[in-house]
């Protein structure tokens, strides 16, 4: 890319499936507008209630194929059986216009955010007070087979032997303390900007 890397601020959010992510960020989201958030390609399946360009970009496998070939992605991972990618057109534009943005990555994302922005992008890591916890979590919201469940809770497993490697770690036991814990955070990163 060749954009200015220094306008804008890259915030990141990693977090095993399941631990609140989601519901953390679209209340960030309503409080802290200025943010943009990054809509990644996935190949996953439409959950009910996701809105395709909202959620995700939701495309089939070959499409994200030919978009890998033509260089559209700035990172992109197979997480859970499916492939998800952060737009680099998105990404350019954004920055280019000194914009902050916010991104939903899982730890490779993490990881190539990390080499490509250096220190600029901070990355908060989302822990769930126990796998035990994560899993009930997961089963109430019922968007996943039985099977997908564990395959979530395995990767859960090793994410959370990373959280010691981010720039900050948001317990989300109760929900209402992590928020105004996250939200303390993000205020930080963004200083006087938000
Ligand atoms: P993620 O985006 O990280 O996969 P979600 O935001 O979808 O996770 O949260 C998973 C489920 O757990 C949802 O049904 C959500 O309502 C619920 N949840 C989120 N945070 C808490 C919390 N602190 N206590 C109890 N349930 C929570
Ligand atoms: P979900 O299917 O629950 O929405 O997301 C599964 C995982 O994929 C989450 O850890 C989420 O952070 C991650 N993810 C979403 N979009 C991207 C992306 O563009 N790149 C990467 N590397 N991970 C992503």
């Not at 920055?95 to 993490?110: K, T």
């Not at 901070?122 to 019922?142: G, T, V, Y």
């Not at 395959?151 to 948001?170: G, P, Q, S």
């Amino acid at each position: 890319m060749t954009q200015d890397k220094s306008k804008g601020n890259i915030v990141v959010i990693v977090a095993p499936s399941g631990s609140g992510k989601s519901t953390l960020i679209k209340r960030l989201r309503q409080e802290i507008p200025s943010l943009k958030e990054s809509v990644s390609h996935t190949t996953r399946p439409i959950r009910p209630g996701e809105v395709d360009g909202v959620n995700y970009f939701y495309i089939a496998k070959d499409e994200f194929e030919q978009k890998v070939e033509s260089d559209d992605f700035l990172e992109w991972a197979k997480v859970h059986g499916n492939y998800y990618g952060t737009s680099k057109q998105f990404v350019d534009n954004e920055i280019a216009n000194g914009h902050s943005i916010l991104f939903d990555l899982d730890v490779q994302g993490s990881d190539s955010f990390r080499n490509y922005f250096g220190e600029k992008a901070k990355i908060i890591f989302i822990q769930p007070p126990s796998i035990e916890e994560l899993e009930k979590r997961l089963m109430a919201r019922d968007t996943e087979s039985l099977e997908v469940i564990q395959i979530r809770l395995e990767n859960a497993r090793r994410e959370i032997t990373r959280k010691d490697d981010y720039d900050y770690c948001v317990v989300n036991n109760d929900l209402e303390t992590a928020y105004q814990d996250l939200l303390s955070v993000v205020l930080t990163i963004l200083g006087g900007e938000a």
